[in-house]
Nanobody, 126 residues
Framework: QVQLVESGGGLVQAGDSLRLSCTAS????????MGWFRQAPGKEREFVAA????????YYADSVKGRFTISRDNAKNTAYLQMNSLKPEDKAVYYC???????????????????WGQGTQVTVSS
């Protein structure tokens, strides 16, 4: 079982930056593909970014490409989402998620991730 704890959300102005962190329990963090998703009120949870367990290639939703950066530090069991040039439409609850070990297929879909954090609120004022 993997437990994920997010932190770093908050209230910022448009154009500001935030860095979200997701710390995982357990000793096999390096074998998990990590993803970030977000959910705005009244909308479905949507993919934001993912970083596979197997290598440095990263994946992003078109809406955040060029502004957000996902990374991981396996020594710290932590994944990060650096969010720059935030926009009001980025407002949402952000969730990190972990895959089953050594899984990469479908990493933009929620069903690939059995483990989820509790979410952290990001609010961007205009």
């Amino acid at each position: 079982q993997v437990q994920l704890v997010e932190s770093g959300g908050g209230l910022v102005q448009a154009g500001d930056s935030l860095r979200l962190s997701c710390t995982a329990s357990g000793r096999t963090f390096s074998s998990y593909t990590m993803g970030w998703f977000r959910q705005a009120p009244g909308k479905e949870r949507e993919f934001v970014a993912a970083i596979p367990w197997s290598g440095p290639v990263t994946y992003y939703a078109d809406s955040v490409k060029g502004r957000f950066t996902i990374s991981r530090d396996n020594a710290k069991n932590t994944a990060y989402l650096q969010m720059n040039s935030l926009k009001p439409e980025d407002k949402a609850v952000y969730y990190c998620a972990a895959s089953a070990p050594r899984t990469v297929l479908g990493l933009t879909t929620t069903r690939m991730y059995p483990y989820w954090g509790q979410g952290t609120q990001v609010t961007v004022s205009s």
